[in-house]
């Protein structure tokens, strides 16, 4: 066996990592106060010094690729730089050494950061009110259909229970649709890459409960006839839904909520700087229309008589989707991003978005197949079609990148692309860097024709070549057990 | 670069936006500040909140005040990890990875559990995704939920059972535990699940075996939501059969954060792995035999299989799984069974010495771990607020939950406080 020895593997017995202080309040036998037959028999956990934690997790850290360590354009992902001051800020006990249920007379400072967070969103967004609550995009999404389902009850429309939504989807729309008791009619895009009108029409019924769009879509593409789209939806009496993944696309520019959007959802940690921590702690918070407010998941932070509050009174509320009050030490680290951009920073963050990928898109488009045209948004989506034709496959491109020093971009992602290299270069990397990811894709293109082997072996440089996926799914080691 | 796209102006890079559906205005937003009035300004916002640094806590009630040993930190704060995404491509993510397949592990010595996956949101989410999954395994429609378990963990459960259609059925409570009888009445050929926390909300421990017979009998999954410190000495949920346990993983590591982010920690039996929610990390060899570890089971997720999938998560809380692990890792075996000595046994002392002032009484006779309902002879807020003037934050008033424990407070006490910590907390309650 190679590789890093797990913490198991380095476990010796009597080992300690720490000490703990001496009980300074008379014990009492552990069998009498939780009686025997409620104790466990033993604790298999390892036995490891501090030192030897620290080398683990440090080696860890070292064969892990980060924004830090260079280029991520991972399409609708948003792999911005996190300033490293949020960090800091985040951790300030003041805002990370608060109980959730402590006086709130303790908690103002908190409470009016959250209140005003819900204000900056809802501007943002262009809508009426917020909640914080959902802990991450797809909750947020499931909360927004709650909301709808909600409202449909409450105008007599409760039968309402089909979910349309493009064929270039993120998965977890129509996974949310079938959370939340809908059935999900897919429709295919237009040959323009956009929503076809026809096609809305004629799946738009009596039973529709909501479409959900992504603006600008996972094809990089702005919905251009959006206000038709609303019209259409609303007409059929369903609710139009904005996945706000894509929101690093139009800051200070659009508002989802000025084209007739009822609700969206944000990803703090794509669009407003906060980390993706290796896939999570995100934050998806709720931005609705007015009518939806009364239905929002309970408590929401309020203002009343110079103080802030969570009011928890709303008998419509769908109710809670949290524990407590969401991801507030990343909603911490957005509104830092927030207030230290300003209303002219947040602007340039989406010109400079949409510049670096229709830079990057012009950069390749002679070497690999662009099938929605040679415009975009913040992202972009390439077909590693013609090189498939030499016998390289976009996974094959995507492992090679990594040779070159880059992440990978996103691959086979949207589905109704062949071969997808899906490419989101954010607003944070400088010319030189898009260049230098340019010329390795090109470089790439190149080998794919004289050397395929060379990417399809790809990547050479890391400290496990291509692991057996297959394998790994047969044999179902999921947990390390002694003798592995 | 302009020239280069082939557009001399870069508003030229907004075209596909029809023109009514610009913004014509700046947002109305404060900033910008630079680094400097940025921390200015979120020094003065954090420092008019009053911490756990300052304040002594005997709140719980799911978020607890633990001891974080620097360990954790200083790992968590290593941007490779905190900057990286979902290593969906395992060539440039051994080291999360491998961090998770840890994670997983130690979620299943620690729960007696066969399989766990890579985090949920939170205990609350984790515990309705849980009862989701009971349906798709089971078909049958009925969540019967403990009236014991946290309130806002039902309240989470029941917006989740009212979107997806399902019902929740509460169990009523006697003396401070579930009550079995009603319980016994209330799982039928209809029930989904079973679902009961123990350590309960008020701290005590529950008959789990009696609660798994019931189940089990109507076929129904037997679903535990635990406390992870509690395991350090508690038979844990494994060894009472459950097919799913979840926790909230907070206390293993995290700040209490005012609520967030927490950790959904969700293991289940092994036969049940392909309904289970989340990512899964396994392990695997590369093209030259290497261990190394990858996203598996993904046929389950929603990027795969859409409106299929066996949820709609996507992120989760990788950092804070990663976070749990290094707390575990740093304080392993017998460290953890201190830690939930010291909680125990402080716990009772506090518990004892309250009991003994004029008025106050414990309630509920049931074995306690860390948390324990005291009856007081004055209003909880009366109480709290005097408590607070010492800058003691004071337990949680339970009637807004349960109205018929008005005068009732649940305490906690972790291994962070003191005697003298106690003593002073006691010294005012008897003021």
């Known amino acids: 066996m190679n590789g890093v020895p797990t913490i198991f593997e380095i476990s010796s017995p009597g080992r300690k990592g720490i000490d703990l202080p001496p009980c300074d309040v008379p014990e009492l036998p552990v069998e009498e106060l939780l009686g025997t037959a409620n104790l466990r028999d033993e604790l298999p956990l390892p036995e490891l010094s501090q030192v030897h934690v620290m080398r683990h997790f440090t080696h860890l850290s070292t064969i892990n690729y980060g924004v830090n360590t260079g280029f991520y354009p991972l399409g609708s992902c948003t792999m911005k730089y996190n300033p490293v001051v949020n960090e800091e800020i985040a951790a300030r006990p003041g805002f990370s050494r608060l109980h959730p249920c402590q006086p709130e007379e303790l908690s103002q400072g908190i409470l009016r950061l959250m209140y005003d967070m819900q204000v900056f969103l809802a501007e943002i967004g262009g809508m009426d009110a917020v909640t914080l609550q959902p802990a991450a995009g797809a909750q947020g999404e499931l909360t927004a259909l709650m909301l709808f389902k909600r409202h449909h009850e409450r105008v007599g429309e409760g039968h309402r229970h089909i979910v349309i939504l493009p064929d270039s989807s993120h998965g977890t729309n129509p996974a949310t649709a079938a959370r939340c008791g809908c059935d999900v009619l897919k429709i295919e895009s237009g040959a323009d890459g956009r929503v076809d009108l026809s096609a809305l029409c004629s799946a738009l019924s009596n039973e529709s409960a909501a479409v959900m769009l992504t603006n600008p879509n996972t094809l ?34 659009h508002r989802p909520g000025d084209a007739g959007f009822d609700a969206m959802h944000f990803n703090l940690h794509k669009t407003f700087g906060a980390p993706h921590g290796g896939g999570g702690p995100g934050s998806g918070p709720v931005a609705v229309k007015a009518f939806l407010e009364p239905y929002l998941p309970s408590p929401v932070v309020a203002f009343s008589d110079g103080r802030y509050h969570l009011r928890y009174d709303g008998p419509d509320s769908i109710g809670r989707v949290h524990a407590f009050h969401g991801n507030v030490g990343v909603i911490v680290k957005s509104y830092a991003y927030i207030i230290s951009l300003g209303a002219p920073g947040l602007k340039s963050v989406s010109a400079n978005a949409v510049l670096n990928a229709n830079y990057l898109l012009s950069r390749i488009a002679d070497a690999y197949e662009v099938p929605y045209g040679r415009r975009c948004m913040h992202e972009f989506v390439a077909s590693a079609a013609k090189q498939k034709a030499q016998g390289v496959r976009a996974l094959d491109i995507a492992k090679r990148l990594i040779d070159y020093g880059a992440h990978p971009p996103t691959i086979y992602f949207p589905l109704i692309v062949s071969e997808a290299l899906m490419i989101e270069p954010t607003e944070t990397e400088s010319m030189d860097t898009l260049d230098a990811f340019a ?17 399809r072996s790809a990547p050479h440089v890391t400290p496990v070549s291509r692991l057996d996926e297959a394998a790994a799914a047969r044999n179902m080691e999921l947990r390390w057990t002694p003798g592995d | 670069m302009l020239e280069l796209i082939g557009i001399s102006d870069i508003s030229e890079l907004f075209d596909q936006v029809p023109p009514s559906l610009l913004l014509p205005r700046l947002l109305d937003l404060p900033g910008p500040l630079s680094e400097l009035e940025l921390r200015t300004y979120a020094a003065e916002l954090s420092d008019s909140n009053g911490n756990l640094d300052d304040y002594t806590c005997f709140l719980g009630a799911g978020a607890y005040d633990h001891f974080i040993p620097a360990t954790v930190p200083a790992i968590t704060g290593r941007s490779e990890f905190y900057t990286s995404y979902t290593p969906y491509q395992p060539e440039v993510s051994q080291g999360n990875l491998q961090a998770i397949f840890e994670f997983q592990t130690l979620v299943c010595q620690l729960t007696g559990m066969d399989v766990a996956n890579a985090s949920m949101y939170d205990g609350a989410s984790a515990l309705a995704e849980a009862a989701l999954m009971a349906t798709g395994v089971t078909g049958r429609g009925e969540w019967v939920v403990s009236g014991c378990v946290h309130p806002a963990y ?91 346990c979840v926790a909230e993983g907070q206390p293993l590591g995290m700040p209490t954060g005012f609520g967030g982010p927490l950790l959904g920690i969700f293991a289940c039996k092994k036969d049940l792995v392909r309904q289970m929610p989340g990512r899964v990390v396994g392990a695997t060899t590369d093209a030259e035999g290497r261990r190394g570890f990858a996203l598996t089971l993904q046929t389950r997720e929603q990027h795969i299989r859409r409106e299929k999938a066996t949820s709609n998560i996507c992120t989760n ?115």
């Open chain 1, 220 to 253: 990089g593409l702005f919905e251009s006839r959006v206000e038709e789209i609303a019209r259409m939806v609303h007409e059929a009496g369903a609710l139009l839904y904005c996945d706000g993944a894509n929101m690093n696309a139009i800051l200070g520019a």
């Open chain 1, 439 to 455: 010329e390795a894709l090109l470089k790439i293109a190149e080998e794919a024709e004289s050397d395929p082997e060379v990417v």
């Open chain 2, 154 to 244: 039902r309240e989470t459960m029941r917006t989740y059972a009212w979107g997806a259609g399902r019902s929740l059925i509460e169990v009523s409570r006697a003396s401070g535990l579930t009550d079995l009888d009603d319980l016994s009445r209330k799982v039928t050929e209809n029930t989904a699940c079973v679902v009961i926390q123990s350590p309960n909300f008020f701290g005590a421990i529950e008959d789990l075996a009696e609660a798994e017979r019931v189940a089990r009998k109507n076929g129904a999954l037997f679903v535990v939501s635990c406390n992870p410190i509690s395991l350090g000495l508690l038979k844990p949920p494994g060894a009472y059969n459950a097919d799913i």
């Open chain 2, 317 to 431: 809380e990788a950092l804070n799984a990663l976070a749990a692990t290094v707390y575990l890792a740093t304080l392993g075996k017998n460290g953890l069974r201190r830690v939930a000595e010291l909680c125990l046994q402080k716990a009772h002392y506090a518990a004892q010495t309250i009991v003994e002032l004029a008025g106050y009484e414990l309630p509920f006779s049931a074995p306690f771990f860390n948390e324990f309902v005291v009856k007081c002879p004055k209003p909880v807020s009366e109480i709290n607020s005097r408590l607070l003037r010492k800058k003691i934050i004071g337990g949680l008033d339970l009637e807004r939950h349960y109205p018929d424990l008005a005068g009732h407070m649940l305490l906690c006490v972790t291994e962070k406080r003191t005697s003298e910590e106690i003593h002073s907390l006691v010294e005012e309650l008897a003021s």
